[in-house]
């Protein structure tokens, strides 16, 4: 990229920066190319983790009924799981999504959401049996999926059934670190 292109960038990223601390963020999450490493840190990110993307594989299709379609009353078990994974309350950014969400429920427990219109399709679950089978239903309409490399039972998932991996993301994170768990993710 040229000397033009970064200044442009730093220009974009400072001034989101800034409108983002104006509404109370403390923190900031971005999902960049590995080159671009070096130009994020120099606006203030740290690297906090690798996404890899897989594809190519063939899945079985989900089978459970544990997974069922969002209802109101699902509303506090999946800010508590979110909440739980990424270690902040996300309401505002994820709570639009839940009409179209699939819910994995155990006992009366919320162990797990699908959120198809959420980012790359957010999968969120408490272990890694609700988490593969909610995989399922993403592979089921999807060719592809982007998870943290920090989950290591979803890649075993997703090797055993011959998905590779085609392409890397870094986390970097602006501002104070916030402790997430990528084995959730």
Same mark, same amino acid.
């Given at each position: 990229?040229?000397?033009?292109?970064?200044?442009?960038?730093?220009?974009?990223?400072?001034?989101?920066?800034?409108?983002?601390?104006?509404?109370?963020?403390?923190?900031?999450?971005?999902?960049?190319?590995?080159?671009?490493?070096?130009?994020?840190?120099?606006?203030?990110?740290?690297?906090?983790?690798?996404?890899?993307?897989?594809?190519?594989?063939?899945?079985?299709?989900?089978?459970?009924?544990?997974?069922?379609?969002?209802?109101?009353?699902?509303? +506090?078990?999946?800010?508590?799981?979110?909440?739980?994974?990424?270690?902040?309350?996300?309401?505002?950014?994820?709570?639009?999504?839940?009409?179209?969400?699939?819910?994995?429920?155990?006992?009366?427990?919320?162990?797990?959401t699908y959120m198809p219109l959420? +980012?790359?399709?957010?999968?969120?679950?408490?272990?890694?049996?609700?988490?593969?089978?909610?995989?399922?239903?993403?592979?089921?309409?999807?060719?592809?999926?982007?998870?943290?490399?920090?989950?290591?039972?979803?890649?075993?998932?997703?090797?055993?059934?011959?998905?590779?991996?085609?392409?890397?993301?870094?986390?970097?994170?602006?501002?104070?670190?916030?402790?997430?768990?990528?084995? +959730?993710?």
């Open positions: 990229h040229s000397s033009t292109d970064f200044l442009l960038l730093q220009w974009l990223v400072s001034g989101l920066l800034l409108t983002l601390r104006e509404r109370g963020c403390t923190s900031c999450m971005a999902m960049v190319e590995e080159d671009q490493q070096a130009h994020y840190e120099g606006l203030g990110f740290q690297a906090d983790g690798i996404h890899i993307t897989y594809a190519g594989g063939k899945c079985e299709a989900p089978t459970l009924d544990e997974v069922e379609l969002f209802e109101p009353h699902h509303s +506090m078990g999946v800010l508590h799981l979110d909440k739980l994974a990424y270690g902040e309350d996300r309401r505002e950014l994820i709570s639009e999504h839940f009409y179209a969400s699939r819910i994995f429920m155990h006992k009366g427990r919320v162990l797990g959420l +980012m790359d399709e957010l999968i969120v679950a408490e272990n890694s049996y609700a988490g593969c089978e909610l995989l399922r239903w993403h592979l089921m309409h999807n060719a592809q999926v982007n998870l943290p490399e920090g989950n290591a039972a979803a890649l075993e998932f997703l090797q055993q059934r011959k998905y590779t991996e085609q392409g890397r993301l870094l986390r970097m994170v602006h501002g104070p670190h916030v402790p997430w768990r990528p084995e +959730m993710v």
